[in-house]
């Protein structure tokens, strides 16, 4: 396997792939769990084996957490190996119900419906019912709408508005289309998000068939799997279900039932008034900051005072959900609306279940729990179990789990004990670059503690003398979105030189693409930017963190943590994870063998606590301290 027509595999690539290659063969071992470093080639690593050893009789399902790699993987990496390997196998990505349309909800849109892109989004209008009879595929990403364009809530097959075999246009459905083309693919393209939710929410299997699992950003399985389980109560939905609007969709077929429209429009109205009385009593009783840790007994009132309410509502509704659910909706029209009407019933049972989930708090701190005025939640602090109950649920012939950084100081324990997952065999493979002579980091003490007075200012002006110095070319990764606005401000206030772009003004992709095509502009991010960004060559010689990226010590998740961890969820938890995302971020430096440049980390507490062992875990390079306390200016010290 080290050959193949047209590819020759590197060193640690080779021993990543022989690795695989030996794991799957094995009749004893189901999980292996690999760290690959930048430069490896992990994809290839594993596909090459993985597809030489399936023979075409077993199928893959590829995970991923970013849309980069899937995209990659898509529209280049697996193109490729079709050439390769020298066999036309079938391959797709497959997408959450959300990202295709609803021929239903299309139908459903004024005739000669059209929507202008010329304002926000620039480009040709939309002819929506022309697409929507030309599309094979129903994906939304054709009409080239930003995400959270208003004409996407109206299109997507999304939420609890499918309405199931009562769809008229079933027999045509975008979404059972894709997932009956899957079926037949030989590699299933998937994320992440999209394997949890239709297992923790539905209750069953993936719905498409798979033999071998191959899940790469491993690293991300407990932070996808704590969103999967997450339980939220809104107040801007409920209030939309509530609303006029909403209940109208349904008069004729409450008068056809001899229920009086009337009567539940105005449970409906009172309904709304308890939730902006609960929701402005979460605003002024519920902390801003670290969540709670037990009920609030006039909270819980309020919320039981609600759920009451919606139960006489849907009283109301008793008589017309008994029949439909036995059977007596023969007409075609009238059942797909009584099937409509069925999913506003199952949306507000779901609310009531999540408010009063919320309000009780009953599992703190196994959950946290938070809230403000727009929405309750409550997440798992821990998700070992639920990640292990997935995967043993799931049963796939064998598990190959994939990551840049999936250990500390080559060690899985801390991996293993947050995703609940026990690798029958594990490797952790070299880095193929020589970090001495490509790197070396810098760590900066600015003189102002994280968030004194004074803090953003030192930052900002000491940020972009590093960026000038540098002539750009470089990726600044900040923890707080007030410093990013403020920091992107004051670069915008400079005139010529380079191009400064920033979060949220583009679309990720687009952003990178930019960054990308001019090697001499700045790029200005969030922790978002910590993985995904793979620029080789001279568009990327510098890389600026503010800070160690410790949550903060408020975060609920982190308050309910420590509680869990008996006051030792720093040094248990907080701490190796910090470790571990600033790898992440320093390992945006060096994408290839001839790449060079710097990392600027601008706290000095990396070098001064050395009981955190931060530089243990980043690259083996020199590194220098500087301090620029007291106004004395750059003090260069060995660290």
Known sequence: MSRLPGYEFRPQQLELALAVQSFLRSPLERTFAAEAPPGVGKTFSVLVPALMEAHGERSILFLTASIALQEQLIGKDLPRLQRLVGRDFRFGLLKGRSRYAC????????????????????????????WLAETTTGDLSELGLSDG?????????????????SCPFRE???????????????VVVANYHLFFSHILEGGGTFPVRYDWLICDEAHRLPDVARGASAVRAGAEGMAALLGPRTLQRFE????????????????????????????EAV?????????????????????????????RGLHLLRGIEDRFMAGDFSDKAVLAEGAELMNWIDEVRSFKKSLLWCLEVGRFPGWAYWGDGEALTSMPVTVADIVRDVLERESPQKNVLLSATLTLSGD???????SGILPDRTLAVESPFDFARQMEILVVDVGVPVGGDGYDATMCRVMRKLCDENGGRTLVLLSSLRLLHAFAKKMRER??????????????????ARFREDETSVLIGSVSFREGVDIPGEGLTQVIVDRIPFPHPNDPLVRARNELEEGKGFVRVTLPNARMFLRQAVGRLIRSAS??????????????RREWRILEALPSCRCTRLSLRDGSGPLPQEA
């Open 103 to 130: 021929r239903r909800k299309g139908a459903g849109l004024p005739p000669g419906e059209s929507l202008s892109l010329f304002g926000d989004d620039g480009g040709p209008s939309v002819d929506v019912a022309r």
């Open 149 to 165: 364009h208003p004409l996407l809530a109206q299109l997507t097959a999304g939420g609890r508005s499918c309405i199931g075999t």
């Open 172 to 186: 045509r459905c975008f979404v059972i289309g894709a997932y009956r083309d899957a079926q037949d693919w030989d």
């Open 252 to 279: 004729s077929l409450l008068r056809s039932h001899a229920v009086d429209p009337s009567s539940v429009r105005e449970e409906g109205e009172r309904c709304r008034s308890s939730l902006k009385e609960l929701f």
């Open 283 to 311: 605003r002024w009783r519920m902390p801003r900051d670290g969540g709670i840790g037990a009920c609030d007994p006039e909270l819980l009132r309020l919320g039981r005072s609600l759920t009451d309410g919606l139960d």
């Open 412 to 418: 899985f324990s801390f991996w293993s004990r947050e």
């Open 495 to 512: 005139t010529g030189g380079y191009a400064v772009l920033v979060q949220g003004d583009l679309p990720q992709r687009e952003l990178l």
């Open 595 to 608: 790449d060079h440049g710097r990392v600027v980390l601008l706290d000095g507490r990396a070098v001064d």
